[in-house]
């Protein structure tokens, strides 16, 4: 059912031009995808909900677009060239992460009794991110049960940064391409408090690329080898955590909820396996297909990044405090989302098919095209030149899409199809009375309406102010 669904929205994707396979003329990459002309609207529209969110709207947050590629003392600094590793287990040609691999070699012992005790301890110790000691425990278990099916297996310990070279005419120089886009924040974090007024608490916030070298990538866009990520790092002052914890966890909720892909679908979890620069941490979970899957992070990462950053350049990236006349560094909560994660839960929740009509139904604001100009008879010149006044009127407001071919039902079928919330037809009545249908993308539901007020129509339909408003 998962598997079939999956498929489903994998195909439309493909079919309607969101997402396409990378280089599949090639037979692909595994765990990359480029998105097509309606995805990369649709991204867009995502990107601009949480930068106008996360940004615009707001006094205490300013962005920044840093480059992925940096001096590799900036990974050495952040913890990732030493810990930012996985492990992976072979057995015969498949690849297991530790926690499968935990699974499957209990699956053959009668854990639930007798071995019940170890079983959890091996679960803390992988919360802990004891790795080492579990693979220990866990060659220890096969031996003494003589499991042989478990019995050759290739542990390999892998570092998730892509490694790349930089040319130079005597001796190449290495980096990485970034894993996050979180310590380029990092890095600049004085020359934003140099270059703007912002004063403690105060927010960076990016939008970029990220790469991971994934050994398992799975479930479509879910995790990829390269995706995008839309974080936030809140500069607080330290004691102040608990505060600014609990109000960012609320605040990106209220984002996520605004999709109404049902409130029910998201789920807070607090992180018990932290990554190795944070403190405490919690996820937003989404129900993609039937399974609670991590969406977005919220971090408290201390000030581990900034610490280790004047640690290892020497540079004085400190905060002077004029009320306790001292320099201080700052504490940093932490909301990291991956775009392609929001992308992908749009896509799970609003593939409908209803009574054999399939259409996706986006939140207006979400969608790729906002409206569709349809003239119901091509050959008359005269629909066609309204057809064409209403296009070139609204194509400066809104993402609008002009389209005269094939018959009107399969043009509606299309538009449902791309999630288009109206479609606009010009009949022979429209010259007489100047009006035109409006159909709505969810119930078919269709209206008469004048064509000089259409913009005013849209505009309302279309706009989100009150939501920010009433939660900025
Ligand atoms: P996961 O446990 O799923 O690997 P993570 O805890 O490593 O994620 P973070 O490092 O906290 O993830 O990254 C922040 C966000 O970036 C995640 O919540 C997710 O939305 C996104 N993200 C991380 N890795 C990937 C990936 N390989 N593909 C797509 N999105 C990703």
Redesign the pocket.
């Known amino acids: 059912m998962n598997e079939e669904k999956l498929n489903l929205i994998i195909n439309h994707a493909k079919r309607y031009g969101f997402i396409y396979k990378s280089s599949e003329i090639y037979n692909g990459i595994k765990?990359v995808y480029d998105y097509g002309p309606y995805g990369v609207e649709m991204k867009n529209n995502i990107k601009e909900y949480w930068w106008n969110y996360m940004v615009r709207y707001r006094e205490n947050i300013v962005g920044i677009d840093t480059s992925i590629l940096m001096n590799k003392k900036v990974w050495i600094a952040s913890g990732h060239k030493k810990k930012f590793n996985e492990y992976f287990i072979k057995i015969k040609n498949k690849i297991y992460d530790i926690k499968k691999f935990i699974f499957l070699v209990f699956k053959h012992i009668d854990y639930k009794k007798k071995y019940r005790y170890i079983y959890n301890k091996i679960l803390l110790l992988y919360k802990n991110k004891k790795f080492k000691l579990i693979l220990k425990k866990l060659k220890l278990i096969i031996k003494y049960k003589k499991l042989l099916y478990l019995k050759n297996i290739k542990i390999k310990k892998i570092n998730l940064m892509f490694n790349t070279k930089i040319n130079s005419f005597y001796k190449d120089k290495y980096t990485y391409l970034r894993?996050?886009t979180a310590q380029g924040i990092f890095i600049n974090f004085k020359n934003i408090i140099n270059s703007t007024k912002m004063k403690i608490p105060f927010g960076i916030a990016q939008i970029g690329k990220?790469f991971?070298n994934?050994i398992i990538?799975k479930e479509f866009?879910?995790?990829?080898?390269?995706?995008?990520?839309m974080?936030m790092q809140f500069f607080i002052y330290p004691g102040e955590e608990k505060k600014w914890f609990k109000y960012w966890i609320n605040s990106r909720l209220s984002w996520h909820y605004f999709f109404n892909l049902g409130s029910n679908n998201y789920k807070i979890k607090k992180?018990t396996?932290l990554?190795h620069y944070t403190t405490y941490?919690t996820?937003?979970e989404f129900k993609f297909l039937n399974k609670y899957?991590?969406?977005?992070?919220i971090?408290f990462r201390k000030n581990f990044d900034i610490k280790s950053h004047i640690k290892y350049s020497k540079k004085k990236i400190m905060i002077y405090n004029s009320k306790i006349k001292k320099k201080y560094i700052p504490y940093i909560i932490e909301t990291?989302?991956?775009?392609?994660?929001?992308f992908y839960s749009l896509l799970c929740k609003s593939l409908i098919n209803e009574n054999n009509r399939i259409f996706l139904k986006l939140p207006y604001f979400i969608s790729p095209i906002k409206v569709a100009i349809l003239p119901l008879i091509k050959k008359d010149k005269k629909i066609i030149k309204i057809s064409k006044y209403i296009y070139n009127n609204l194509k400066y407001k809104f993402n609008v899409i002009y389209d005269d071919k094939s018959s009107i039902g399969k043009r509606y079928h299309y538009q449902d199809s791309i999630g288009t919330p109206f479609c606009i037809t010009i009949d022979k009545y429209s010259l007489i009375n100047k009006t035109v249908t409006i159909r709505y993308r969810d119930n078919m539901k269709q209206i008469r309406y004048e064509i000089d007020l259409l913009y005013f129509f849209f505009k309302k339909e279309f706009d989100i102010s009150y939501f920010f408003k009433r939660e900025i």
């Open positions: 765990g894993p996050e990220s991971r994934e990538t866009i879910f995790r990829t080898k390269e995706f995008e990520q974080e992180h396996n990554s941490a996820d937003i899957k991590e969406l977005e992070g971090h990291s989302l991956g775009l392609d994660r929001v």
